[in-house]
């Protein structure tokens, strides 16, 4: 997502949120709908209900990196037709267009009804394009007549696409269900060491030192998943055997969800009374004057989108249940169980707690520490003086009882 300007749109859109119920290969009405409730809960983008040009362009602008339309692909009206042609050129796929020969052209353009019977060569080669790069189906035309003005409906499913096709949708590795998911969830962890970013590092260290935070996280713009907050949690660890059996724990409570693993680097206070520390690639450490550490350990967030709201929640009781221990010898627990296992959301989710995430973003990185509510102001002031080049955010977040123990000083 293209953060900044994404933020300026906002200031002139409605907000709104919604859920979603998509599948990866739904039909075009289907595949609306749900690109509809991302727009509104993902972006808080909400469209009228005839889409002008301006509104279109805007939003297609500022998520994607779109190229210069030429003038004589401005049509009289603004039809679903000239919204295809150019979303062609928001996902930068104008310049294969014209590479379009005639045969290629009539083989794509085959079963597309509707179309004018003296389209130019030109915009033929883009609705061609359009097609074979899977932004809209054959079909599309009879769903969306492609003479008639520009409804919500086509104008989500078109920027739908466009984020599908830049590689802004949502980013998983795949489902709880699949087959193949703990390969792909262990091939993930090993392909990524540690993250760092030393001009985020450095000023949130000494703010540790001097006791302003007691840790932050530091994670990768790009590696998000992007999931539908209303459906989501993000959950984090730092052993991959634990969210290998969490996955098999989901699977045998009946619980599917989209799974995303982000890396991240957590670093927090290492205190000398709690002993020497051992280190190892994902696990380091830096001697503060005092004789106290600060840590640096390799750990992922695990991102899950379930089906349904029921099924997000009742994730909180499994946990409890399985995965979090109350004493060191507890039996009945999945490896690598924490006393304060911690997840969170985006927005309010029955029997969790508000707290704040004090985010600094610079370039791809971004770091974060979270707080209690009445320490957010105190963290953002120091973000805002330290980090002048950096784009300070306070999101709100609700997070497990058991979060909120710990930000509230108990051990994990």
Same mark, same amino acid.
């Given at each position: ?31 609306? !709908? ?18 002008? %040009? ?34 062609? $050129? ?9 590479? =379009? ?36 189906? #054959?079909?599309? #035309?009879?769903? $969306?007549?492609? *003479? #008639?003005?520009? !409804?919500?409906?086509?104008?989500? =499913? ?17 489902? /709880? ?26 000023? &949130? ?16 713009? *790009? ?38 693993? +982000?890396?991240?680097? !957590?670093?927090?206070?290492?205190? #000398? ?6 280190? !190892? ?21 695990? &991102? ?25 010898? %507890? ?17 309010? /989710?029955?029997?969790?707690? +508000? ?13 974060? *520490?979270?707080?209690?509510? +009445? ?16 784009? /300070? ?8 009882? &058991? ?6 000083? +108990?051990?994990?």
């Amino acid at each position: 997502m293209k953060r900044r300007s994404l933020i300026l749109l906002l200031a002139s859109v409605s907000l709104i949120s919604g859920v979603i119920a998509a599948h990866d290969e739904a039909p075009i009405t289907d595949q609306a !709908s749900a690109y509809t409730q991302y727009f509104h809960s993902r972006y808080d983008i909400v469209l009228a209900d005839a889409v002008d %040009e301006t509104q279109f362009s805007d939003v297609a602008v500022s998520l994607t990196e779109a190229a210069e339309i030429p003038a004589d692909l401005e049509l009289e009206d603004f039809t679903n037709l000239e919204a295809v042609i150019k979303t062609v $050129y928001y996902v930068n796929l104008d310049e294969l267009a014209l590479t =379009y020969p005639e045969a290629k052209i009539e083989a794509a353009l085959a079963d597309v009804e509707g179309l004018p019977a003296d389209l130019p060569t030109n915009q033929q080669q883009i609705v061609a394009t359009a097609i074979d790069a899977g932004l809209i189906s #054959a079909d599309f #035309a009879s769903t $969306y007549d492609l *003479s #008639a003005a520009v !409804s919500a409906d086509s104008a989500y =499913y078109l920027l739908g696409q466009a984020l599908e096709l830049t590689g802004q949708y949502k980013h998983y590795i795949g489902s /709880v269900s699949d087959a193949d998911i703990f390969n792909k969830l262990v091939y993930t962890w090993e392909s990524f060491d540690q993250v760092f970013a030393p001009d985020l590092q450095q000023p &949130a260290n000494q703010l540790i030192r001097d006791g302003i935070i007691t840790g932050y996280n530091l994670k990768r713009t *790009s590696l998000n998943a992007g999931f539908d907050p209303e459906l989501s949690l993000v959950y984090g660890h730092a052993d991959i055997d634990h969210a290998r059996q969490l996955l098999t724990l989901l699977r045998s409570e009946g619980l599917d969800a989209k799974v995303q693993l +982000e890396p991240k680097t !957590s670093a927090f206070l290492y205190l #000398a009374e709690w002993g020497e520390p051992g280190t !190892s690639p994902e696990f380091q450490v830096e001697l503060l004057d005092d004789g106290n550490y600060i840590a640096y350990a390799k750990e992922y967030d695990l &991102a899950l989108e379930f089906e349904t709201q029921e099924a997000r929640d009742q994730f909180d009781a499994v946990i409890n249940t399985y995965a979090k221990k109350d004493s060191d010898d %507890e039996p009945g627990l999945i490896f690598g169980a924490w006393r304060q296992p911690l997840y969170s959301a985006l927005v309010e /989710v029955p029997d969790y707690v +508000e707290v704040k995430n004090n985010v600094v973003y610079i370039g791809d990185f971004y770091l974060q *520490s979270f707080s209690l509510n +009445e320490n957010s102001e105190t963290i953002v002031e120091n973000f805002t003086k330290n980090y002048e080049d950096g784009d /300070v955010q306070v999101w709100n977040l609700w997070v497990n009882q &058991a979060f909120h123990r710990y930000l509230l000083g +108990e051990p994990l």
